[in-house]
């Protein structure tokens, strides 16, 4: 047994599998990535949309070692690198690409919140799926800290470009 998370290894394997998947959201047929990045806007309205700039961090912060534990695990248990099927990865990473934009004040509210999301939504897919700049590189990180490091990137990534977007063209 792996030391390096202890504590996901001591999970039952069903427990591992089933937030590492997301429930039922990583077993859709079609796009199951598409799915865990739309309930991480969910995540994002729910938990991060009010927050200060330091829980912010935090909790973005909790939520990706917890991913990087769960989805190590969960590679193990399943004996496969980053299937399609762990969608953990893209529900945690997707609140980063709305970083410093939050709040009643902050620029998803300003720009109508929704249009903001879904453009959001849109850049985040672009880079998790093509992984320009180098993020294809994070995948090669061994275990659950390569599944994840590379759509935090594509989060990252998208959140520059969209800010950057919201900033000269809107």
């Known amino acids: 047994m792996s030391r390096k998370f202890l504590w996901a290894q001591l999970m039952p394997t069903h427990v591992v599998v089933n937030l590492a998947t997301l429930g039922p959201l990583g077993r859709v047929k079609k796009g199951p990535g598409t799915v865990g990045s739309v309930a991480g806007i969910l995540l994002y309205c729910v938990l991060f949309h009010y927050a200060s700039p330091f829980a912010y961090l935090l909790l973005a912060a909790v939520l990706a070692y917890a991913a990087m534990a769960i989805c190590d695990t969960a590679e193990e248990r399943l004996q496969m690198r980053d299937p399609g099927m762990i969608v953990l990865d893209e529900f945690v990473a997707v609140p980063l690409v709305f970083l410093g934009m939050n709040g009643p ?12 999301l879904l453009g959001g939504f849109v850049l985040f897919r672009f880079f998790d799926i093509l992984k320009p700049l180098g993020i294809s590189r994070l995948q090669n990180l061994p275990g659950g800290v390569g599944c994840v490091a590379d759509d935090l990137a594509a989060g990252l990534a998208a959140c520059l470009t969209l800010q950057i977007l919201l900033f000269w063209v809107f």
Do not use: E, I, S
């Not at 004040?105 to 903001?116: F, I, K, M, S, T």
């Open 105 to 116: 004040g902050g620029l998803v509210a300003q720009h109508g919140g929704w249009p903001v």
